[in-house]
């Protein structure tokens, strides 16, 4: 039977045991790299749901003033849970660039009408051109909430089962609520 001299058979070692020493570090990057992606998924995943959950805060708070009439007490609004730095890893994540659109719309809108109220004093009356920004923007985070659903893994559930209305004064429906601009909300799923 034919033997390998000793060069051979140690340049064959050095082959088998460097190709499995390759074959280690790639399955063990490749399994480092799978496991990153997923942390990334799920903090993209956390970071949605508060996103959506600022946004349902919000459309309550606005849903109060709509009831009142009156712009909203400081102390009704609730702090925002996301920073920027959260809005614009979710609208990175979102693939569908009209996604990110009606996400960050909804957000811009929100802020003009924050920034509104803290310019005004308090009691103050809704003026009718307030009451329609109002409605807009509601229905913009309503639009938004949807939008984030897939990313958030949290189902869309309409602002109508949240339980808010309940508690409202005079707007206990949807089309007590926002009128006209109830056609503007997304269909229910």
Not at 14 to 41: E, I, N, Y
Not at 80 to 86: E, G, L, S
Request: charge should be negative.
């Amino acid at each position: 039977m034919p033997t390998l001299d000793q060069g051979w058979a140690a340049l064959l070692g050095a082959l088998v045991g460097g190709g499995a020493s390759f074959a280690a570090t790639w399955f063990t990057l490749r399994k480092q790299d799978a496991a990153a992606k997923q942390r990334q998924a799920d903090l993209d995943a956390a970071t949605a749901l508060l996103i959506q959950d600022d946004f349902l805060h919000y459309q309550a708070t606005l849903a109060y003033a709509l009831d009142t009439g009156n712009w909203w007490d400081q102390a009704r609004l609730l702090k925002q849970q996301a920073t920027v730095k959260d809005r614009k890893r979710v609208w990175a994540a979102l693939t569908d660039e009209e996604k990110t659109k009606v996400v960050a719309g909804a957000q811009g809108w929100m802020d003009v009408l924050i920034q509104r109220r803290l310019t005004l004093g308090h009691p103050h009356k809704l003026e009718p051109g307030d009451v329609v920004r109002i409605c807009k923007t509601f229905c913009a985070l309503e639009h938004g909430r949807k939008e984030l659903g897939d990313l958030a893994r949290r189902p869309y559930e309409s602002f109508e089962h949240s339980g808010v209305l309940e508690d409202l004064t005079t707007c206990k429906t949807m089309p007590a609520l926002l009128g006209s601009y109830v056609d503007e909300l997304p269909p229910a799923p």
